[in-house]
Structures are given as C-alpha cells and as structure tokens.
C-alpha cells in the first residue's frame, strides 16, 4: 500500500469519506427528516411511539445495518483499490460506482420504516420528505460521472499512437 500513487491515496480517503457522509445522510433522511415530513406537526417522539404502540418496530436495526454496509464496503473497496495501486481516476471510478449503488440501498434500507409509518398511519409508504431526492441525485450524477469518465479513456486510449516495433 505504501507504493500507491500519493493522488489515489487522497482519493481513497475523499471517496470512503463521501459513502461515510451518503450514509449519515440517508439515516437522517430515514430516520428524521422522512417521518416529520410523513405525520406534519407531530413530533419525532410520538411518531415512533404510535408506531410501536401499533406492533410497527424493528425497523432502525435493519436501516442501520443496510448504511453501515456500505460504509464498510467503501473501506474493502479502499483497501483494494490501494492493494491494486489504481491510478488516481481508476479509484475514483470505483468509488462512483459505489455511490451509484447507494440509491439501491437507500431504497432497500427506507423501506421497512416507510412500511411502518404507511400501516400506522394511514399514508403511502414513499418519501414525504424532498431530502431523498438529494441522494438519487448524488447517484444519479456519479452514474453519469463514470460513464463520461470511461467513455473519455476509451477515446483518449484510441487516439494515442500504436507503439511501433522492430521487426
């Protein structure tokens, strides 16, 4: 790892560091920000307190558990990445690419709670908060960032000249 250019360490820890802060973000957006918006003017405390009373539980373990996956992937991707000595832009592709999966993971994570604030109280289970639009908008742009990366090193990669070799 020490042999990694200087460039693809400082990536490494700005890309573990972006999945860190989606993650934070996502869990605010579930766990907050999602149910204030879904029961306006009740309080966070009684939202959850209608839902337990309701049988409506567990479902923090689970959103926990699914971020905190992502988080740790993006330390293996790191490790990886640094175990490769990647070029700085290989790195960062790879950690657009876990950005990317960060909007199937946010979906997968907010549902059990969007299920349980829909059978609480009666409403659809979706976001009702706009916040969730701040982290597909996160994966859709580093969708788009890697495929214009990797479309401008196919092009840049064909027109460099073929070495020429002694015959």
């Known amino acids: 790892m020490k042999n990694a250019p200087r460039a693809t360490v400082v990536v490494v820890i700005l890309g573990v560091a972006a999945v860190?802060?989606?993650a934070v973000f996502a869990a605010?957006?579930?766990l907050v920000l999602n149910p204030l918006a879904a029961v306006p003017g009740a309080s966070l405390e009684s939202i959850y307190g209608e839902m337990a009373a309701a049988g409506e539980?567990?479902?923090?373990?689970?959103t926990?558990?699914?971020?905190?996956?992502?988080?740790?992937f993006a330390v293996l991707v790191g490790v990886a990445v640094l175990r490769a000595r990647l070029i700085p832009e290989g790195a960062l592709m790879m950690f657009l690419a876990v950005l990317v999966g960060g909007a199937p993971a946010?979906?997968?994570?907010?549902?059990?709670?969007?299920?349980?604030?829909a059978d609480?109280?009666?409403?659809?289970?979706?976001?009702?908060?706009?916040?969730?639009?701040?982290?597909?908008?996160?994966s859709l742009l580093s969708l788009?960032?890697?495929?214009?990366?990797?479309?401008a090193r196919v092009v840049r990669d064909r027109s460099r000249p073929e070495p020429v070799t002694a015959q």
């Open 120 to 138: 609480t109280f009666a409403i659809s289970g979706g976001d009702h908060s706009p916040w969730s639009s701040v982290l597909y908008g996160v």
């Open 57 to 62: 539980t567990g479902f923090p373990t689970m």
């Open 106 to 117: 946010y979906f997968f994570a907010s549902f059990g709670i969007g299920m349980s604030l």
């Open 64 to 72: 926990l558990l699914t971020l905190g996956a992502g988080c740790v």
């Open 20 to 22: 860190v802060l989606y």
């Open 28 to 30: 605010v957006q579930i």
């Open 144 to 151: 788009v960032a890697v495929v214009v990366l990797a479309v």
